[in-house]
């Protein structure tokens, strides 16, 4: 049973290009979160997709945007990167029951984006 | 906003010394509770969890009891390995939206020699 994939695994982009990440969630999982871990610090919620809808928003500016396809699997777009958006960018899945904040999210092992 | 603090670090120990890690959350509801760990160059493991107070997580020789009345979930392991080396996450599960969202701490990176 495959875990959580993410591609790709290192990207190198400049300031102001735009990026898609891309993840698999989980076989049976619907749900799928992404996640922002910059250097030394501990992830930070982006937004979270179900139904192919966006649930719930972070903190975090609409250069970042996000979409899930019927599979359930999900991308992560940001557009005009700036250099504060080099990060880890992990990418989690899970499946709703009675209480969703029971639920084990999965993480994959991420996307190391540098912005130069 | 919810909010989780964990202890700075870096903690460096000896192999099979006594492991704690501290970790305090603000919250205004019931969060669940949980220890991720991160090895070099991979993304989150769930070591435990917990999900009431009083509840007490366990895995891999690693502990930690949900405490209402201090806001805190303190990982402990009673001997430690240089496997463990790792960074360990405080999170708490935030129940606005129902969507389980995760609020991590900062991190405590353990080194552990042999």
């Known amino acids: 049973d495959a875990g959580v994939t993410q591609s790709p695994t290192h990207l190198i982009k400049t300031r102001g290009q735009q990026v898609t990440l891309r993840c698999s969630p989980k076989?049976?999982?619907?749900?799928v979160s992404w996640y922002q871990q910059a250097l030394g610090q501990g992830p930070q919620f982006i937004f979270q997709?179900?139904?192919?809808?966006?649930?719930q928003r972070g903190n975090f500016p609409d250069r970042f945007s996000g979409h899930q396809y019927p599979n359930y699997s999900s991308e992560l777009n940001v557009n005009a990167l700036l250099l504060g958006d080099s990060a880890l960018y992990l990418c989690a899945s899970s499946f709703p029951s009675g209480e969703s904040s029971y639920n084990e999210q999965f993480f994959g092992p991420g996307t190391r984006l540098t912005v130069l | 906003g919810d909010s989780v603090t964990q202890m700075e670090g870096p903690v460096t120990l000896s192999e099979e010394a006594f492991l704690t890690i501290n970790c305090t959350y603000t919250?205004?509801?019931?969060?669940?509770l949980f220890w991720y760990v991160q090895y070099p160059g991979e993304g989150l493991q769930l070591l435990l969890k917990?999900?009431?107070?009083?509840d007490k997580g366990s895995n891999k020789g690693f502990e930690a009891t949900y405490r209402k009345e201090t806001t805190s979930f303190h990982l402990e392991k009673g001997s430690v390995q240089v496997s463990d080396s790792a960074v360990y996450f405080c999170a708490l599960s935030d129940r606005s939206g129902n969507t389980g969202k995760l609020i991590f701490g900062q991190g405590t990176t353990l080194q552990v020699k042999p």
């Open positions: 997709y179900y139904e192919e809808e966006e649930r």
């Open positions: 919250a205004t509801g019931y969060p669940s």
């Open positions: 917990a999900t009431k107070a009083d």
């Open positions: 076989s049976g999982h619907d749900t």
